[in-house]
């Protein structure tokens, strides 16, 4: 069992900056695909980016490459995500998610564990 808590959300303007963090329970995380996806009102919840268990591997929705970077530090238990040149359009609640699996990510199937998301909301 993976708890998941996500930090670092706000309201920020247009083309400002903020850093998701993403802090996992156990100790077994570096073993854990990690990935950020998000909801806004009225949509459907989306696929943002995502990060294999070794941190060798990432992946990005094409809104959002080349402003956003996802890491992870595997002895701190945690991933982030770096989101520059943000847009209003990016406002959401962002989520966390892990899977044991690296082939969950590869594929985009169901993750096994979330957060409770964190939101964020860009101005312009």
């Known amino acids: 069992q993976v708890q998941l808590v996500e930090s670092g959300g706000g309201l920020v303007q247009a083309g400002g900056s903020l850093r998701l963090s993403c802090a996992a329970s156990?100790?077994?995380?570096?073993?854990?695909?990690m990935g950020w996806f998000r909801q806004a009102p009225g949509k459907e919840r989306e696929f943002v980016a995502g990060?294999?268990?070794?941190?060798?591997?990432?992946y990005y929705a094409d809104s959002v490459k080349g402003r956003f970077t996802i890491s992870r530090e595997n002895a701190l238990n945690t991933v982030y995500l770096q989101m520059n040149s943000l847009k209003p359009e990016d406002t959401a609640v962002y989520y966390c998610?892990?899977?044991?699996?690296?082939?969950?990510?590869?594929?985009?199937?169901?993750?096994?564990?979330w957060g409770q998301g964190t939101q964020v909301t860009v101005s312009s």
């Open positions: 998610a892990a899977d044991d699996s690296d082939a969950t990510l590869r594929w985009l199937s169901p993750f096994d564990y």
């Open positions: 156990g100790r077994t995380f570096s073993s854990y695909a």
């Open positions: 990060i294999s268990s070794s941190g060798g591997t990432t």
